[in-house]
């Protein structure tokens, strides 16, 4: 179905006969307090420069979608998903790092992270500025809380700084920049769960409030609309491959 006004296309998918209970499960930004960063990188760079459109994804720096299952673990999936890339872009081999190690070993009171629960990659960042990544083969995603099980001695890499972006042309420079950047949404509505193809826009009527963390991997244009490429935790049968875009007027980036 196409609704009045949109320019996306919505139909069934694998969530299709989920709950609602069963679907907000995986929001894990839900219930998580807003949380600010230190520094912010204002809107007033200057993105004159910048292509029409880019992507990341051509250049071999980005991993395969994957698939958070019911855990409410969004925000590590954006973390990794956003360092993994950041890796790559440094001239390193692209691997898939750990997300478990995430959702496990950050898990209050190490920080307010919640595993399964909910939680922020600002407090994944925090904890990786002392620990590293590891493999994603070394310690493999269960979707599920458990026991940190963190080996230092198989480490990738870790944070060392982060900041928050505000505005359009601050987010579209951070990208081109600096890689994939981390992305709040609002996905726990129709429009999220059931989208197939196409653009959404404000004419979508999406609720504003963010329950979900995804990444930014680049920009596009589609018949005089901009917008961002997001790509999702949700597996590549759902959306476009696990991508959906979002118009930059629709969208504020908490990065």
Same mark, same amino acid.
């Given at each position: 179905? #196409?609704?009045?006004?949109?320019?996306?296309?919505?139909?069934?998918?694998?969530?299709?006969?989920? &709950?609602?209970?069963?679907?907000?499960?995986?929001?894990?930004?839900?219930?998580?307090?807003?949380?600010?960063?230190?520094?912010?990188? @204002?809107d007033n760079v200057q993105i004159d420069s910048l292509p029409q459109t880019f992507d990341w994804r051509p250049q071999g720096v980005v991993t395969a979608v994957k698939d958070q299952g019911s855990c409410g673990s969004c925000w590590a999936f954006s973390a990794v998903e956003a360092i993994e890339s950041a890796w790559?872009?440094?001239?390193?081999?692209? *691997?898939?790092?750990?997300?478990?190690?995430?959702?496990?070993? !950050?898990?209050?009171?190490? &920080? @307010?992270? @919640?595993?399964?629960?909910?939680?922020?990659?600002?407090?994944?960042?925090?904890?990786?500025?002392?620990?590293?990544?590891?493999?994603?083969?070394?310690?493999?995603? !269960?979707?599920?809380?458990? !026991?940190?099980?963190?080996?230092?001695?198989?480490?990738?890499?870790?944070?060392?700084?982060?900041?928050? &972006?505000?505005?359009?042309?601050?987010?579209?420079?951070? #990208?081109?920049?600096?890689?994939? #950047?981390? *992305?709040?949404?609002?996905?726990?509505?129709? *429009?999220?769960?059931?989208?197939?193809?196409?653009?959404?826009?404000?004419?979508?009527?999406?609720?504003?409030?963010?329950?979900?963390?995804?990444?930014?991997?680049?920009?596009?244009?589609?018949?005089?609309? @901009?917008?961002?490429?997001?790509?999702?935790?949700?597996?590549?049968?759902?959306?476009?491959?696990?991508?959906?875009?979002?118009?930059?007027?629709?969208? !504020?980036?908490?990065?």
């Amino acid at each position: 179905c #196409i609704r009045d006004r949109s320019s996306y296309r919505a139909g069934h998918n694998k969530f299709s006969d989920w &709950t609602w209970e069963e679907f907000n499960s995986m929001l894990g930004l839900k219930n998580m307090p807003e949380r600010e960063t230190a520094e912010f990188v @204002e809107d007033n760079v200057q993105i004159d420069s910048l292509p029409q459109t880019f992507d990341w994804r051509p250049q071999g720096v980005v991993t395969a979608v994957k698939d958070q299952g019911s855990c409410g673990s969004c925000w590590a999936f954006s973390a990794v998903e956003a360092i993994e890339s950041a890796w790559a872009i440094a001239g390193n081999d692209l *691997v898939k790092q750990s997300v478990q190690e995430i959702v496990d070993c !950050t898990m209050t009171p190490v &920080t @307010e992270n @919640e595993g399964c629960n909910g939680g922020w990659y600002y407090w994944a960042y925090d904890w990786l500025k002392d620990n590293k990544t590891m493999l994603e083969s070394d310690y493999p995603y !269960t979707a599920k809380d458990g !026991t940190c099980a963190y080996d230092a001695s198989k480490g990738v890499t870790n944070v060392s700084s982060y900041k928050q &972006t505000k505005g359009r042309a601050a987010n579209l420079d951070a #990208i081109y920049n600096q890689g994939p #950047i981390n *992305v709040a949404v609002a996905a726990g509505n129709d *429009v999220f769960r059931n989208y197939v193809s196409g653009v959404i826009t404000m004419n979508d009527s999406c609720p504003t409030e963010v329950d979900h963390g995804i990444v930014a991997v680049g920009w596009g244009i589609d018949q005089g609309t @901009e917008y961002y490429i997001l790509r999702n935790s949700w597996g590549d049968e759902w959306g476009a491959m696990g991508y959906i875009p979002v118009s930059y007027t629709h969208l !504020t980036l908490p990065t």
